[in-house]
Each structure stands twice: as structure tokens, then as C-alpha cells.
């Protein structure tokens, strides 16, 4: 996984717990990087894993809540580093659906095997989008919080229905968005 996630990461305790609490996270992880994360670089999985373990039991919050609440900081962390990609999209829906086709193919220009997750979007009304997910990190939880993120962004309520999970054995995950 991309050091830009764990700075992310680390952003976000920061900011919302304090210096503190993510040097005691640290102390608990210890993580091979010290907590010192460069953007392009890759850094192990089970890293982020641990932390997400971590923060849970020190926030008594289940790792799913603890997931999601990263994807929605990881969008803002994403967005304000490389906004082009909300700036050529005027909606949500155009957004979600140059995920796959705009976005993950510049990062594959950029990066050497990124493993990137697929997410193939099939827009079914003017309020509805399923969004099927794969990728062997199984972080649809993250994916969830990345789209609440991205629907902030657009100024749009949703809810989120995730009608079948590879964490229940299903080969994809199915996200259904809804705008309300
Ligand atoms: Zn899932």
C-alpha cells in the first residue's frame, strides 16, 4: 500500500485525536516505518491493518466504523493533492464512474503495480448507481468511505446498501448508491 495512505492516516489522527495519540498508536504498532511514510513508496499491508486494529480497541470503535471514517478522510486527503480528477467531473455519478476509467489509469501510468481495486459502476437511474467492487484486500469498508467522501465533495446526501460482501464469501462486493 502507498505511503500517501499512511500519511493520510496519519493526518487524520492527528488531527482529530492530537500528536498523542498517534505516537502512542505507533508505540503499540511499531510499524517498520517508524510512522516515517513516503507518498510513492510502497509499505506493507498488514501495516495499515494494525493500525486500523489499533485505533479500534484505543477509540472502542468497531474496525468497520474505524475503516470507513479513513476512507472518507483518505477522499479529502486524495482530492486536495489531485483535484483534476473532481474538477473534470461535474456530478457525483460521472465522478464514481472515472474511478476505474480515468483515475486507476493514470495511476498505473505512475506506479509499478499499484494493485488497484476494480470498481465497475452501472448507473441504473437518475439517483441510482451499483458499484461492483474486487480486489483481494477485500477493503470495501475503505470504498465506502471513499464514496461518502466524494458525496460531501459533490454537496449530495446518500445512502450506501451493500447488498453482497467478499468478507460473506461473494466473489464481488455490490455497493448500491443512493441520492436522497
Ligand atoms: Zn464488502
Not at 107 to 123: I, W
Not at 138 to 151: D, N, R, S
Not at 168 to 176: L, T, V, W
Request: proline share 3%; charged share 30%; aromatic share 10%.
Amino acid at each position: 500500500m502507498k505511503g500517501a495512505v499512511f500519511i493520510a492516516l496519519n493526518d487524520m489522527i492527528e488531527n482529530d485525536y492530537g500528536m498523542d495519540v498517534w505516537n502512542e498508536l505507533l508505540d503499540e504498532v511499531k510499524p517498520e516505518s517508524k510512522g516515517i511514510y513516503t507518498s510513492a513508496k510502497d509499505y506493507p499491508d498488514e501495516e495499515i491493518v494494525s493500525f486500523v486494529l489499533a485505533i479500534s480497541k484505543k477509540l472502542s470503535l468497531p474496525t468497520q466504523d474505524v475503516t470507513r471514517l479513513f476512507g472518507f478522510e483518505l477522499f479529502k486527503e486524495l482530492n486536495s493533492k489531485f483535484s483534476i480528477f473532481t474538477e473534470q467531473k461535474d456530478d457525483l455519478f460521472s465522478f464514481l464512474d472515472s474511478i476505474e476509467k480515468v483515475i486507476h489509469v493514470e495511476v498505473r501510468k505512475l506506479f509499478e503495480n499499484p494493485s488497484l481495486p476494480t470498481l465497475d459502476c452501472t448507473q441504473l437511474s437518475e439517483s441510482e448507481m451499483e458499484i461492483s467492487y474486487h480486489s483481494p484486500r477485500k477493503l470495501c469498508f475503505l470504498a465506502e468511505g471513499l464514496i461518502q467522501g466524494a458525496a460531501e465533495h459533490y454537496d449530495e446526501k446518500i445512502t450506501l446498501a451493500h447488498e453482497t460482501c467478499m468478507h460473506d464469501g461473494a466473489e464481488n462486493c455490490i455497493i448500491k448508491v443512493t441520492i436522497v
